[in-house]
């Protein structure tokens, strides 16, 4: 059980970051808000087998281990209020829900890629002082990517 949860949870991962990325570089609203609750249902469904994961072997883990996977699961939270947010903007369609909309889903895909990061050292069996490299390197990535799509944005405007 817990294998599958953890399979689904990741795959529902990689479907999210896929439709994020896209949702940012897509220019019809519509299609954006279409894109955007996708978001939010494979968040949810993220959580869902995350907390089956979780739960599938609890009573094995060690405090620290459920103390992080309880912040993990207070994260993934805020990243889906983070994709609900998106779809609000969307649907009251400021003049500058793109910019709103870069936000939102910026946040997501970040901590979707650092997730992956970080899960990819760990598996490698990094040592810590390079997983922090890491987690900080995907964030400034991140970070870096999202202002390049926001300053292409704000120039399409201008």
């Known amino acids: 059980m817990h294998e599958y949860a953890i399979v689904l949870h990741a ?3 990689i479907a999210a970051f896929i439709v994020g ?7 019809d609203m519509r299609r954006q808000l279409q894109l955007a609750r996708a978001l939010v249902a ?5 959580g869902v087998f995350l907390v089956i994961a979780i739960l599938s072997h609890l009573t094995s883990l060690p405090t620290i281990k459920r103390l992080i996977f309880g912040g993990l699961v207070l994260l993934l939270i805020y ?10 903007v969307l649907t009251r369609q ?9 936000d939102h ?23 810590r002082w ?15 990517g999202l202002t390049a ?10």
């Open 149 to 158: 799509r926001k300053r292409t944005l704000k120039t399409q405007v201008a």
């Open 11 to 13: 795959t529902c991962a």
């Open 79 to 88: 990243m889906i209020w983070r994709a609900v947010q998106a779809v609000t």
């Open 105 to 127: 889903v910026g946040f997501v895909l970040i901590s979707l890629f650092d997730g992956f990061a970080i899960v990819s050292a760990l598996d490698l069996q990094a040592p």
């Open 42 to 46: 494979l968040l949810m469904l993220m």
């Open 21 to 27: 990325m896209i949702l940012i570089f897509q220019s």
């Open 130 to 144: 390079l997983v922090a490299v890491i987690a900080v390197g995907a964030v400034g990535i991140g970070i870096f």
């Open 94 to 102: 400021p003049q500058d829900a793109q910019l709103k909309v870069v």
